[in-house]
């Protein structure tokens, strides 16, 4: 049981011994407990009540979660996220646009400066928990943090520990200094902006300045058990989710926005694993979080049923639109952000498989949504076509998605996360296909995008279809199918897949043009993979190479 007491600002402290968390933070980075009231994992309902008193604009919605608002950062900011380099990390890290450099020195001022802000609130909130729900390899993070939201918003993503672990708890493998509220000092060394986020593998910290997103927390915590899985214990961390039917056999979804990962992962008749983050370890699969975090724009009880009834008391929404009197959401309004979210327990899903672990997966689906027509709706992968898509990570943006997109823009993210990963992406892509190789995983590409012609003048995939491919994936139909190879990408067609017309499963076939359009439209897809290739050559396997699309000269 976590004790609570309120303390009055200005009022002289209760001369009471200092708790152990107190000690560890005073001693390790200068928090004044003196003068700082400092409270650990504090209950759902005290984190309410300090987020409605404390923080302005903070209400609770009229299905109970807490609403909070993260200021004028509403997303990420990948631009302002940097690694420290130092000695026992600076080797293994794929330096470029995605992990920029940050000096030892130009950490330790921004870190100065985090604790100097977080010593000036009247109090301090501190979460411990775990990464990682397979205890061999979960790790211990702290974070610490003066909004009450961001404190709720990472009690539902990390796993949460019994009383019995929290009082055994130890030393933090990892610590986040959140002071968002407090701008870095843009006229310091390599700063770009009043926003800082920054990761230190050697000290085990993450400092945050300038940014009260609380998603910044979540994907940093998976940028770290990118670089920590991998290279401590050779386990494969991924950005996908996961779940596993009756007979305990699971798979593994990849894809970009808007592919439908969480549409085709929450399946009725199948145990949710996870939403977002895992790891592929030698007893096979676990989740990372002990949360969801799901998009709200649009959603409604229709559509996602289990994600619209998580949303109660314990979750928290962030930057919402609220009926001023109901206290109802208008999902549909985006005056504050297209990126409207919820956080919550995993448990909050009635069919989450708790504790979140799984077997080696049986199936291995990475989707793509096609906007020029020219992919199949499902292709068996070989190892080494997994290696080359999963390294592409393609998918296409169409317009009405953002603003200034008028035409179908090709996508590509590595390992379909790359803002995530801290190795280079061909390290991930060769212990994905070795694991495979192990555990006799099938591999398929599925495409939910347009089929018959290019988003202009055809029709996207009808879902019905697609999740009778994914139903043939898993009763074990697909595998044993008859196969014709389709050209340029050398991707293996089945034949027939039980409640699919023929006639859609090869794109030359149901092209609603001419022969020469689709040969052309075939031809400038495949070379958008091949100049994509060229970002990571220096590092790719011969084999991933080999596996890119022969586009004829």
């Given at each position: 049981?976590?004790?609570?007491?309120?303390?009055?600002?200005?009022?002289?402290?209760?001369?009471?011994?200092?708790?152990?968390?107190?000690?560890?933070?005073?001693?390790?980075?200068?928090?004044?407990?003196?003068?700082?009231?400092?409270?650990?994992?504090?209950?759902?309902?005290?984190?309410?009540?300090?987020?409605?008193?404390?923080?302005?604009?903070?209400?609770?919605?009229?299905?109970?979660a807490?609403?909070?608002?993260?200021?004028?950062?509403?997303?990420?900011?990948?631009?302002?996220?940097?690694?420290?380099?130092?000695?026992?990390?600076?080797?293994?890290?794929?330096?470029?646009?995605?992990?920029?450099?940050?000096?030892?020195?130009?950490?330790?001022?921004?870190?100065?400066?985090?604790?100097?802000?977080?010593?000036?609130?009247?109090?301090l909130?501190?979460?411990?928990?775990?990464?990682?729900?397979?205890?061999?390899y979960?790790?211990?993070?702290?974070?610490?943090?003066?909004?009450?939201?961001?404190?709720l918003?990472?009690?539902?993503?990390?796993?949460?520990?019994?009383?019995?672990?929290?009082?055994?708890?130890?030393?933090?493998?990892?610590?986040?200094?959140?002071?968002?509220?407090?701008?870095?000092?843009?006229?310091?060394?390599?700063?770009?902006?009043?926003?800082?986020?920054?990761?230190?593998?050697?000290?085990?910290?993450?400092?945050?300045?300038?940014?009260?997103?609380?998603?910044?927390?979540?994907?940093?915590?998976?940028?770290?058990?990118?670089?920590?899985?991998?290279?401590?214990?050779?386990?494969?961390?991924?950005?996908?989710?996961?779940n596993?039917?009756?007979?305990?056999d699971?798979?593994?979804?990849?894809?970009?926005?808007?592919?439908?990962?969480?549409?085709?992962?929450?399946?009725?008749?199948?145990?949710?694993?996870?939403?977002?983050?895992?790891?592929w370890?030698?007893?096979?699969?676990?989740?990372?979080?002990?949360?969801?975090?799901?998009?709200?724009?649009?959603?409604?009880?229709?559509?996602?049923?289990?994600?619209?009834?998580?949303?109660?008391?314990?979750?928290?929404?962030?930057?919402?639109?609220?009926?001023?009197?109901?206290?109802?959401?208008?999902?549909?309004?985006?005056?504050?952000?297209?990126?409207?979210?919820?956080?919550?327990?995993?448990?909050?899903?009635?069919?989450?498989?708790?504790?979140?672990?799984?077997?080696?997966?049986?199936?291995?689906?990475?989707?793509?949504?096609?906007?020029?027509?020219?992919?199949?709706?499902?292709?068996?992968?070989?190892?080494?076509?997994?290696?080359?898509?999963?390294?592409?990570?393609?998918?296409?943006?169409?317009p009405?998605?953002?603003?200034?997109?008028?035409?179908?823009?090709?996508?590509?993210?590595?390992c379909?996360?790359?803002?995530?990963?801290?190795?280079?992406?061909q390290?991930?892509?060769?212990?994905?296909?070795?694991?495979?190789?192990?555990?006799?995983?099938?591999?398929?590409?599925?495409?939910?995008?347009?089929?018959?012609?290019?988003?202009?003048?055809?029709?996207?995939?009808?879902?019905?279809?697609?999740?009778?491919?994914?139903?043939?994936?898993?009763?074990?139909?697909?595998a044993?199918?008859?196969?014709?190879?389709?050209?340029?990408?050398?991707?293996?067609?089945?034949?027939?897949?039980?409640?699919?017309?023929?006639?859609?499963?090869?794109?030359r076939?149901?092209?609603?043009?001419?022969?020469?359009?689709?040969?052309?439209?075939?031809?400038?897809?495949?070379?958008?993979?091949?100049?994509?290739?060229?970002?990571?050559?220096?590092?790719?396997?011969?084999?991933?190479?080999?596996?890119?699309?022969?586009?004829?000269?």
């Amino acid at each position: 049981m976590v004790n609570f007491t309120p303390h009055r600002p200005g009022s002289p402290r209760p001369s009471t011994p200092h708790t152990k968390v107190e000690e560890e933070l005073h001693e390790m980075a200068g928090i004044d407990y003196d003068k700082v009231s400092i409270h650990r994992n504090p209950s759902v309902a005290v984190l309410y009540e300090e987020a409605l008193t404390h923080e302005y604009g903070t209400v609770i919605s009229s299905a109970g979660a807490l609403c909070a608002y993260s200021g004028k950062k509403t997303g990420r900011s990948p631009k302002d996220k940097r690694i420290v380099d130092e000695e026992t990390s600076n080797e293994d890290i794929w330096w470029g646009p995605v992990n920029t450099k940050m000096s030892e020195r130009v950490f330790l001022i921004n870190r100065e400066r985090a604790i100097d802000y977080l010593n000036t609130r009247p109090r301090l909130y501190v979460f411990d928990g775990y990464a990682g729900w397979d205890p061999k390899y979960r790790k211990k993070i702290r974070v610490v943090a003066s909004r009450a939201y961001h404190i709720l918003f990472m009690r539902n993503m990390l796993i949460r520990p019994t009383e019995e672990e929290l009082e055994d708890f130890g030393t933090p493998d990892f610590t986040i200094f959140n002071a968002g509220e407090f701008p870095a000092n843009r006229y310091t060394t390599g700063m770009t902006s009043t926003t800082s986020v920054a990761v230190n593998f050697k000290r085990g910290e993450m400092i945050i300045l300038g940014t009260e997103y609380a998603g910044e927390m979540k994907k940093g915590i998976f940028t770290v058990m990118h670089y920590l899985q991998p290279k401590q214990y050779n386990v494969l961390s991924l950005h996908s989710s996961a779940n596993e039917g009756p007979a305990g056999d699971v798979t593994l979804f990849f894809g970009l926005s808007g592919t439908g990962k969480t549409t085709l992962s929450a399946d009725p008749k199948r145990k949710l694993i996870g939403d977002d983050e895992h790891c592929w370890s030698d007893t096979g699969v676990f989740n990372i979080e002990g949360g969801c975090y799901a998009k709200c724009i649009d959603l409604s009880a229709e559509k996602e049923p289990e994600i619209f009834n998580a949303i109660r008391f314990g979750s928290v929404l962030e930057n919402v639109v609220l009926d001023e009197e109901s206290r109802a959401v208008d999902y549909s309004d985006d005056f504050l952000t297209e990126n409207t979210r919820c956080a919550y327990p995993i448990d909050y899903i009635p069919n989450a498989k708790i504790p979140c672990l799984g077997g080696h997966p049986k199936n291995l689906i990475l989707l793509t949504c096609d906007a020029f027509g020219v992919l199949p709706p499902v292709s068996k992968l070989t190892p080494d076509q997994v290696m080359f898509h999963f390294l592409m990570g393609y998918t296409t943006k169409i317009p009405g998605t953002e603003d200034g997109i008028v035409e179908p823009q090709a996508t590509f993210s590595a390992c379909f996360g790359s803002p995530f990963l801290v190795l280079h992406p061909q390290k991930y892509a060769t212990m994905l296909a070795e694991k495979m190789s192990q555990h006799q995983t099938n591999a398929w590409l599925i495409n939910t995008g347009w089929v018959g012609g290019s988003a202009k003048n055809a029709k996207r995939c009808p879902l019905k279809y697609t999740r009778a491919i994914l139903d043939s994936i898993h009763n074990g139909e697909l595998a044993n199918a008859e196969y014709e190879t389709f050209e340029v990408f050398n991707l293996s067609i089945p034949t027939s897949v039980p409640g699919v017309p023929n006639e859609l499963l090869h794109p030359r076939r149901a092209w609603q043009g001419t022969d020469a359009e689709f040969t052309t439209a075939l031809h400038s897809v495949g070379k958008m993979f091949n100049d994509n290739l060229e970002l990571y050559k220096d590092g790719a396997s011969a084999e991933t190479i080999a596996a890119a699309p022969v586009v004829p000269v």
